[in-house]
């Protein structure tokens, strides 16, 4: 019983709060910084990955290809880094409001796809 209370109060604390995510309304203010820094974790479905090198002449296809992410190095002993230098998988975006209702941003998502034999 304790349990199903614990989730219910979770779920309705997500949902409540990922509807103010994506408020439209908010304008940022004239000479205002913003950052943000998140981590990622990818599923893929089956896919058809082509590869076409002209130069060398290389023209194919993998059909139905598995892909998955790979979170970090494994650190075994054929890896060229034994301990991680960064959080894997993560992204960062950090914008500036030139205006009230003009910002740039320079955004990066460091992801991996990895295709599985």
């Given at each position: 019983?304790?349990?199903?209370?614990?989730?219910?109060?979770?779920?309705?604390?997500l949902?409540?709060?990922?509807?103010?995510?994506?408020?439209?309304?908010?304008?940022?203010k004239?000479?205002?910084?913003?950052?943000?820094?998140g981590?990622n974790?990818?599923?893929?479905?089956?896919?058809?990955?082509?590869?076409?090198?002209?130069?060398?002449?290389?023209?194919?296809?993998?059909?139905?290809?598995?892909?998955?992410?790979?979170?970090?190095?494994t650190?075994?002993?054929?890896?060229?880094?034994?301990?991680?230098?960064?959080?894997?998988?993560?992204?960062?975006?950090?914008?500036?409001?030139?205006?009230?209702?003009?910002?740039?941003?320079?955004?990066?998502?460091?992801t991996?796809?990895?295709?599985?034999?």
């Amino acid at each position: 019983m304790r349990l199903k209370i614990v989730m219910a109060l979770s779920l309705a604390t997500l949902v409540g709060n990922s509807s103010n995510a994506q408020n439209t309304d908010y304008v940022g203010k004239k000479g205002q910084m913003y950052l943000s820094w998140g981590y990622n974790k990818e599923w893929y479905t089956m896919s058809n990955v082509h590869i076409r090198q002209s130069s060398l002449g290389n023209d194919y296809t993998f059909v139905n290809v598995i892909g998955k992410d790979k979170p970090g190095w494994t650190g075994d002993e054929h890896s060229v880094v034994k301990q991680p230098i960064t959080i894997p998988q993560y992204n960062y975006r950090i914008g500036y409001w030139f205006k009230n209702n003009w910002a740039v941003e320079i955004n990066f998502d460091h992801t991996k796809y990895e295709v599985e034999q």
